[in-house]
């Protein structure tokens, strides 16, 4: 299995940036592509069919899918965890117990949120206010994209349980291929058949369905602990219960970004259709933030799991330090090159000039701000690795949740502006990250590790 060592990064050893980076481009490719999914969706019926289709692909339907496949996400980071620490411990039992109990936890999520969705899609549309003018598009589009859903969540499981291991390249490996795959699909079902939003909803379910085989057949196929028999898939009491004690928390977390997301977007909806529209392309330019902080999450959470395991307390605290570094010079940079070509960028999802006018107001707002949010994502990474999973989401809660409602319910009544509603943005980080700032310095100090800088 040659190639298959090839592919894992020895985290508990060796020079610690040089190893995190070795991680964190593999994953960093691999969010990009799987971000490229919902983009090429956007561009095509942006482009070729217009800009209600646009804001039908987007918008609501995208924040309505974020809330239910972003909350397993989370809860599906629980095994990720565990699996982790096991892994960096040695203890190929309990990490091959862990990986048929993530696989059963992944079909059994999959297909509720497949009928949750696809039954409760037009009442929550509706109750967002979605215009009526993309209404049937927006149900057409997110009813399709929730058939496919069992497959999306068993390639986010499987992809965790092989970064959990050190190996990140293969799950980037296969979403290049699918992403290929999803590209080609776009332009035949909307370009050549005309199926509109419907067709690019069929497309991305069939290439999420090519990546979730292909994930499978690595895990039916390794000689390592960590192999998966379709006949043992199953779930393992206790390591359900460490799964659920670890991921519930960190679901219930990214639930509640996404609920306060609700908000906002039912707060977009009552712009006109050019903000839509606008909305709905920045927030594919503004996934190419979150996918490199979410990369740099994930990072750190293997990381810190698997030296934390292995009891490399050392390794652990300087690994946050490096991971808190790149992250924020990312974000500087980032922030840099969109403000320096945000008309550009915004051209192309939409050529109409009140589109992009929209976009440019929403962009150059909120890009300057990314560097507020970084230190929410490490640390919170981190405090997971180490098992602290309620700590992050009371943070969150109180910070992002609460404050967040409470701008949006009492502000923008007042003062009904798009960039009152986006202010609630950097807001929110802001505080949110001074509370994680304050807590994880306490629990530095609590574990005798006071003498440290972060």
Same mark, same amino acid.
Request: charged fraction near 10%; hydrophobic fraction near 50%; proline fraction near 2%.
């Given at each position: 299995? &040659?190639?298959?060592?090839?592919? #894992? @990064?020895? +985290?508990?050893?060796?020079?610690?940036?040089?190893?995190?980076?070795?991680?964190?481009?593999?994953?960093?490719?691999?969010?990009?592509?799987?971000?490229?999914?919902?983009?090429?969706?956007?561009? =095509?019926?942006?482009? /070729?069919?217009?800009?209600?289709?646009?804001?039908?692909?987007?918008?609501?339907?995208?924040?309505?899918?974020?809330?239910?496949?972003?909350?397993?996400?989370?809860?599906?980071?629980?095994?990720?965890?565990?699996?982790?620490?096991? /892994?960096?411990?040695? #203890?190929?039992?309990?990490?091959?117990?862990?990986?048929?109990?993530?696989?059963?936890?992944?079909?059994?999520?999959?297909?509720? +949120?497949?009928?949750?969705?696809?039954?409760?899609?037009?009442?929550?549309?509706?109750?967002?206010?979605?215009?009526?003018?993309?209404? !049937?598009?927006?149900?057409?589009?997110?009813?399709?994209?929730?058939?496919?859903?069992?497959?999306?969540? *068993?390639?986010?499981?499987?992809?965790?349980?092989?970064?959990?291991?050190?190996?990140? #390249?293969?799950?980037?490996?296969? $979403?290049?291929?699918?992403?290929?795959?999803?590209?080609?699909?776009?332009? $035949?079902?909307?370009?050549?058949?005309?199926?509109? =939003?419907?067709?690019?909803?069929?497309?991305?379910?069939?290439?999420?369905?090519?990546?979730?085989?292909?994930?499978?057949?690595?895990?039916? &196929?390794?000689?390592?602990?960590?192999?998966? /028999?379709?006949?043992?898939?199953?779930?393992?009491?206790?390591?359900?219960?460490?799964?659920?004690?670890?991921?519930?928390?960190?679901?219930?977390?990214?639930?509640?970004?996404?609920?306060?997301?609700?908000?906002?977007?039912?707060?977009?909806?009552?712009?006109?259709?050019? @903000?839509?529209?606008?909305?709905?392309?920045?927030?594919?330019?503004?996934?190419?933030?979150?996918?490199?902080?979410?990369?740099?999450?994930?990072?750190?959470?293997?990381?810190?799991?698997?030296?934390?395991?292995?009891? !490399?307390?050392?390794? *652990?605290? #300087?690994?946050?330090?490096?991971?808190?570094?790149?992250?924020?010079?990312?974000?500087?940079?980032?922030?840099?090159?969109?403000?320096?070509?945000?008309?550009?960028?915004?051209?192309?999802?939409?050529?109409?000039?009140?589109?992009?006018?929209?976009?440019? *107001?929403?962009?150059?707002?909120?890009?300057?701000?990314?560097?507020?949010?970084?230190?929410?994502?490490?640390?919170?990474?981190?405090?997971?690795?180490?098992?602290?999973?309620?700590?992050?989401?009371?943070?969150?809660?109180?910070?992002?949740?609460?404050?967040?409602?409470?701008?949006? $319910?009492?502000?923008?009544?007042?003062?009904?502006?798009?960039?009152?509603?986006?202010?609630? /943005?950097? $807001?929110?980080?802001?505080?949110?990250?001074?509370?994680?700032?304050?807590?994880?310095?306490?629990?530095? !100090? &609590?574990?005798?590790?006071?003498?440290?800088?972060?």
């Amino acid at each position: 299995m &040659k190639n298959e060592h090839n592919s #894992k @990064v020895s +985290i508990t050893e060796g020079v610690i940036w040089k190893q995190l980076l070795l991680y964190f481009f593999p994953l960093l490719f691999g969010t990009f592509f799987q971000q490229l999914y919902n983009t090429i969706d956007a561009v =095509v019926v942006g482009r /070729y069919v217009g800009k209600e289709a646009l804001s039908a692909v987007g918008g609501a339907t995208g924040t309505l899918i974020n809330v239910l496949i972003g909350f397993f996400v989370g809860l599906s980071s629980g095994a990720t965890v565990i699996i982790s620490q096991y /892994y960096g411990g040695k #203890k190929k039992e309990e990490v091959n117990q862990s990986v048929h109990t993530a696989i059963a936890l992944a079909i059994t999520g999959g297909f509720v +949120i497949m009928i949750i969705g696809f039954l409760g899609s037009p009442y929550a549309l509706k109750l967002m206010g979605t215009p009526k003018e993309i209404y !049937k598009d927006a149900l057409t589009f997110i009813r399709i994209y929730f058939l496919g859903t069992v497959f999306n969540v *068993v390639y986010n499981m499987g992809a965790g349980i092989l970064r959990a291991i050190g190996d990140s #390249k293969r799950p980037l490996y296969f $979403l290049i291929i699918s992403c290929g795959v999803n590209i080609v699909l776009d332009l $035949l079902f909307v370009v050549v058949f005309h199926w509109g =939003v419907g067709g690019t909803a069929a497309a991305t379910v069939l290439s999420q369905l090519l990546s979730a085989c292909l994930i499978c057949m690595v895990l039916m &196929k390794t000689d390592d602990c960590y192999k998966l /028999y379709l006949s043992k898939i199953r779930f393992h009491k206790e390591i359900f219960k460490r799964i659920i004690h670890i991921g519930l928390p960190a679901g219930a977390q990214s639930l509640m970004y996404s609920t306060s997301n609700l908000l906002i977007q039912s707060s977009m909806n009552s712009f006109n259709i050019n @903000v839509l529209a606008a909305w709905t392309a920045y927030g594919k330019i503004d996934g190419i933030f979150w996918m490199i902080m979410n990369s740099f999450g994930v990072s750190v959470t293997t990381f810190v799991g698997q030296n934390f395991g292995a009891g !490399k307390q050392d390794r *652990v605290q #300087k690994g946050i330090r490096v991971c808190l570094g790149f992250a924020m010079a990312s974000a500087v940079f980032l922030s840099v090159t969109l403000s320096i070509f945000a008309a550009n960028i915004m051209g192309i999802f939409n050529k109409d000039p009140a589109v992009i006018q929209e976009g440019l *107001v929403i962009l150059h707002f909120l890009v300057p701000t990314y560097c507020t949010y970084v230190l929410i994502e490490i640390l919170s990474g981190a405090l997971r690795g180490m098992g602290q999973a309620v700590i992050p989401f009371i943070l969150t809660f109180l910070g992002v949740c609460v404050l967040r409602i409470a701008w949006i $319910l009492s502000a923008v009544p007042v003062w009904h502006d798009v960039k009152t509603v986006i202010f609630s /943005y950097p $807001l929110t980080w802001s505080v949110t990250s001074l509370l994680f700032l304050i807590y994880y310095f306490y629990f530095k !100090k &609590k574990n005798g590790l006071i003498n440290m800088s972060i």
